[in-house]
């Protein structure tokens, strides 16, 4: 059974830094591509960045230059790490892990609050 486990979520001043982290098990990690989502109150969710097997990385617009994804295939961990955050950014964060097969997966999310 694959289980993905985000950490790292918590309340942050605006201009500071979080790095979030999803593991996940019961998987061979190292084939599937990995996205973080974020939903915001009363907001769709929506794609913040996403790594594939290959370490092809994409970003959405409103987070780049200041977010970076990066996997350790070793640790069945993937990262994401945010700089300069804003008030905007605060969100849910959830992983989501996409097998070659189609099927995916989604973690339980953590919660990532930016101040102003």
């Known amino acids: 059974q694959v289980q993905l486990q985000e950490a790292g979520g918590g309340v942050v001043q605006a201009g500071g830094s979080l790095r979030l982290s999803c593991v996940a098990s019961?998987?061979?990690?190292?084939?599937?591509?990995i996205d973080w989502y974020r939903q915001a109150p009363g907001k769709q969710r929506e794609l913040v960045a996403g790594?594939?097997?290959?370490?092809?990385?994409n970003y959405a617009d409103s987070v780049k230059g200041r977010v970076t994804i990066s996997r350790d295939n070793a640790k069945n961990t993937v990262y994401l790490q945010m700089d300069s955050l804003k008030p905007e950014d605060t969100a849910i964060y959830y992983c989501?892990?996409?097998?070659?097969?189609?099927?995916?997966?989604w973690g339980q999310g953590t919660q990532v609050t930016v101040s102003s």
């Open positions: 989501h892990l996409q097998f070659p097969s189609g099927s995916d997966n």
């Open positions: 019961g998987i061979i990690f190292r084939f599937s591509t």
């Open positions: 790594i594939t097997s290959g370490s092809r990385t």
